[in-house]
């Protein structure tokens, strides 16, 4: 078996821990999407009055979280 130099293996180990990291990096953008996601043309269209609408409603699991995170004054 031969030996090889400590510096020729670290470069052969860099260079497939590159190309990996490469690949899996062009993978994962390629397929990344989100699971919500709505084509645009099936999207439903806001009208001006829900655009408008209030969206926050302080229910009993709000007030929980604030409560038990010390949020409260």
Do not use: C, I
């Not at 990996?20 to 999207?43: C, F, I, K, N, W």
């Amino acid at each position: 078996m031969r030996e090889t130099p400590p510096a020729e293996r670290r470069g052969f180990l860099r260079a497939l821990g590159l190309g990996t990291a490469a690949a899996a990096s062009t993978a994962s953008g390629a397929l990344a999407q989100r699971a919500d996601a709505v084509p645009p043309g099936q999207a439903a269209k806001e009208t001006d009055v829900q655009r408008r609408a209030a969206r926050y409603v302080e229910s009993a699991e709000v007030k929980a979280f604030y409560r038990t995170n010390g949020y409260e004054q």
